[in-house]
């Protein structure tokens, strides 16, 4: 861990043609001060975007949407944001649509060095072609890849100067995964608290996964 | 739609779920559920979000930004809730440690297929975790209307919209009837609010068995 930085610092990790994982569910537990950062502060562009939604009009990843900066969305949920719905149907963004519990498993897997993983979900449906399928124990299942990325950028509502982590409430959701899946994590703080000052057996990402911390503003 | 009707599938969708049971309900109708549980029906609701012990939605003033459902809107925890990341909740989901999934449908055919996330000439650009959820839960209940807004059948023999997927649903609550699928074969259980044997077969295309039971009657 390199310590607390300015989000436009953090920012420049991101270059144009990069894959950047997102935290949140909607805008709940989505590292805001850094997509601002994102949006205000950098010029990269051609990105791939890894997040449960693209943000909402206007707002989160909504922003960068509207920047015309995301080439492709991995999503399981476009429709929150009926603006990337709009993008993918002109043809300005490319959609990949992943039910939210493979998404959810492929970061898992990224960050855990696993090279993918057979699940019965979506087995004879559209979201199966082009994948291998394979019969295990009588149910059909299709062969998922892992999910990772250049950057993430994550939320939790405390971190201590370590860069140990803990999330608050149904803010958690897919932050601790791609705090794991990444070459670089930079995790948006809302309160940055000394070492020790958190509970050990209450850190659910350890500091081995963040790269930089920046505070929320 | 009708509010009473889609009251009146909710009601009874919610004496299809047992004390002690873990449920995740979907958007729509089973979102009325938790209104209609009779006192000692007490279940735990998960979201798939990351919260086991999903309480009432928080009276005015007391909303908590980081607290939501799959629907985005603010709930409360229980006592004795937990919160978990996406991963573990899906674990919890595939692995088979839901009792129930409660979700709504475009369409349920007889084999107990499932057309509920996608309609063909529209955009296909949202799943969210209806898959895991029709997969991985041990007993699906559909909750939905017997016809669409259009009038077409929605009990059919085969579904025409794209799949979330084939074979997993076990019961079918709409305004007419309750259909269960038992040794792979669709059975009429119930008549509801008066319907008649004619009724269903009006709006049904799927084929069936009559097995009225009358534990469920009132």
């Known amino acids: 861990m390199h310590g607390v930085i300015s989000a436009e610092e953090a920012v420049a990790h991101v270059r144009s043609g990069d894959t950047v994982m997102v935290g949140g569910f909607g805008l ?31 707002r989160g990843l909504g922003k960068l949407l509207r920047q015309g900066r995301i080439r492709r969305g991995i999503s399981s949920y476009f429709t929150s944001n009926p603006e990337a719905v709009a993008a993918v149907n002109e043809g300005r963004i490319e959609a990949t649509l992943v039910p939210q519990g ?116 | 739609m009708n509010e009473d009707i889609r009251l009146r599938i909710a009601e009874r969708a919610a004496r299809e779920l047992h004390a002690g049971e873990v449920v995740n309900l979907g958007i729509g109708i089973p979102n009325l559920i938790p209104g209609m549980l009779e006192e000692d029906t007490e279940v735990y609701l998960h979201t798939e979000n990351g919260l086991l012990g999903v309480g009432p939605r928080p009276l005015a003033g007391e909303f908590d930004p980081d607290l939501i459902d799959a629907a985005k809107q603010p709930v409360t925890a229980l006592a004795g809730a937990s919160y978990f990341d996406s991963a573990t909740s899906f674990a919890m989901i595939r692995g088979g440690h839901l009792d129930v999934a409660v979700l709504g449908a475009l369409e349920v055919s007889a084999a107990g297929d499932i057309a509920n996330w996608a309609v063909p000439g529209k955009d296909v650009l949202g799943v969210g975790g209806a898959m895991d959820l ?53 059975h009429l259980t119930e008549l509801l609010d008066g319907a008649t044997l004619d009724d269903v077969a009006a709006v049904t295309t799927a084929p069936y068995l009559v097995s009225l039971e009358e534990s469920h009657a009132r």
């Open chain 2, 134 to 186: 029709v997969v991985g839960a041990r007993r699906v209940i559909v909750t939905m209307t017997a016809t669409s807004s259009r009038g077409e059948p929605k009990v059919v023999a085969e579904c025409t919209y794209p799949l979330t997927a084939a074979g997993v649903v076990d019961v079918i609550v709409t305004e007419l009837s309750v259909f269960r699928r038992i040794d792979g074969q669709l």
């Open chain 1, 28 to 58: 709940v537990g989505a590292p805001l001060t850094l997509l601002d950062a994102l949006v205000e502060h950098s010029d990269a562009t051609d990105l791939t975007i890894v997040s449960n939604n693209i943000g909402e009009p206007g």
């Open chain 1, 102 to 217: 493979t998404f959810a498993e492929a970061i898992r897997a990224g960050g855990a060095g696993i090279g993918g993983f057979y699940t019965p979900v979506g087995a004879g449906t559209l979201l199966a072609e082009g994948k291998e399928e394979r019969v295990i124990r009588g149910v059909p299942h299709i062969l998922e890849e892992p999910i990772r990325a250049d950057v993430s950028l994550v939320y939790a509502a405390r971190a201590d100067e370590l860069g140990n982590l803990w999330y608050r409430r149904t803010a958690r959701n897919f932050n601790p995964l791609m705090a794991s899946a990444a070459r670089v994590t930079i995790a948006e703080a809302g309160e940055v608290v000394p070492v020790g000052a958190l509970e050990p057996e209450s850190v659910v990402t350890p500091h081995l996964y963040v790269d930089h911390l920046v505070e929320r503003v």
